[in-house]
């Protein structure tokens, strides 16, 4: 079968651990600049690719997607423009190489291909499939360069891929990256501090654009976001988004539709959003592409932001059974940001995870919700809580005793799980403990009101699920109240 066009994908890998992989000193400048740094990376490449194909002959070079560490073009098809794609595939790899020591690597595929009118496509023998076929193509090929990434320079450069660098003198080491070069320059990393630090080039372009960023968009140190209170580190991404591309397109052309409206609004979509003057001042967007992002800032605004993306996800999206989950690390504002990024990438995936693998949930202070009906109940207690103990003298004494008899309760079914008989003590001394709560407020119907209904609705039944999300509830109010920032 004589094919006319070239499906060309392009995936960064390594990007989680580089993005994160960084200095304590000028750690918000350094990850705004690495986060910058792989977008332009990306993009250079996605370029290159794109202009050698058309000096190649190709009558044109339509890149569809070019966002979160990814890629993809169409052009046409002939040995020549492969073999030219080949030989510029082998000097980005090459020259990633160089910079990053394998801590980077780009993985570069393609395949070739026919559409039909109707949308379907033929390719690799395969006839009338849908095109969603392409991306199964060029992601199975990234997996195999990526369990074969240094492949290519032990077959032509065994020699200097394997044998030690000779540096001579005092080595230098990257002091971000721990690499040993004789490429390390000097720079200072504590304005406070003359002891020489060495970094590689690249990381010495990568605080340098994290400088120009800050001079440009005015962010704060991770310290001044959090204040006095604590630092949320906020990672979501879209759900099923992969398998999406793979099977949910009639055609390249509804593809290219929806994968435009996803980076435009994970690219300026979000960044208005946090220009609002509820945000702009206590967070900082320090990755937003593809379909993930990364945000940093005062612990309650990366909750609310969390609630406010999903809300606008479901709005934007509302025709295509688009969600999205995500998890936030609340942490102390010194907190090591690297560690942090890690506990809030644990965060998401326990979102991802709820329920079986339910998806659409936000994990927040040890709990994960579902966004469906749950975060709006545990909200709607929040504020209860709060407006109950500041305007009607309600005793903060009620949010450690619920929460726990939550952890009474989860105590409990733990045990259960294991074969021993349950237990419901905790159900009467919580029913009792309310009872003689009320008896304190006997002139306060509001309160009296609220802890009547806790004892004889909500906490019982539904497998203490209320309880629990009850409790995470009262530990919201408690941080809010804490902090004297409700």
Known sequence: MEYEKLFIGGDLSGIQRFLYNISSKKAAVSLKGRSFYLQQYMENACSKLKEVA?????????????SGGKFYMITDFSPKITEAIEECSRTIKKDIWKKHYGQLGINICYTP??????????????????PGLLWSIVNKDFTKQKNQKFKEFISCDY????????????PKVCSITGIESPECVYIKLDEENE???????????QIQL????????????????????????LRMDVDGLGQRFIKGFNSIKEYRIFSGRLVDFFGDGIKKMQREAEYRDYLNIIYSGGDDLFIVGRWDKTIDFAEYIHKETKRCFAHDNITISG????????????????????????????????????????KTVSWNEEFDYVKKYKNKFIQLITQSNMSKGILHKLMLYA???????????????????????????????????DKNEEVCSFCRDLRNHELLGNSGRNLELIALAARWAELLLKDDIN
């Open 54 to 66: 058309l000096n190649a002959g190709s009558g044109s070079a339509d890149v569809i997607y070019c």
């Open 113 to 130: 291909f026919n559409e039909h009118p109707n949308g379907q496509v033929d390719t690799l023998g395969q006839s009338n499939q849908m």
């Open 159 to 170: 020699e200097s891929f394997f044998n030690p660098i000779a540096i001579g003198g005092k």
């Open 195 to 205: 002891e020489e630090s060495f970094v590689l080039p690249s990381v010495k372009e």
């Open 210 to 233: 994290g400088e120009e960023l800050r001079n440009k968009e005015h962010f704060k140190s991770f310290e001044d976001y959090a204040g006095d209170s604590y630092l949320g580190v």
């Open 327 to 366: 998890g936030v690390a609340i942490v102390k504002p010194k907190f090591p940001i690297s560690k942090a990024a890690e506990m809030a990438g644990e965060a998401e995936e326990a979102a991802k995870n709820f329920r079986s693998g339910e998806k659409n949930a936000f994990h927040f202070l040890g």
């Open 407 to 441: 952890s009474i309760a989860d105590a409990n079914k733990r045990r259960v799980d294991e074969g021993d008989a349950e237990n419901f003590s905790y159900v009467w001394h919580m029913s009792y403990y309310l009872t003689r709560f009320m008896d304190r407020y």
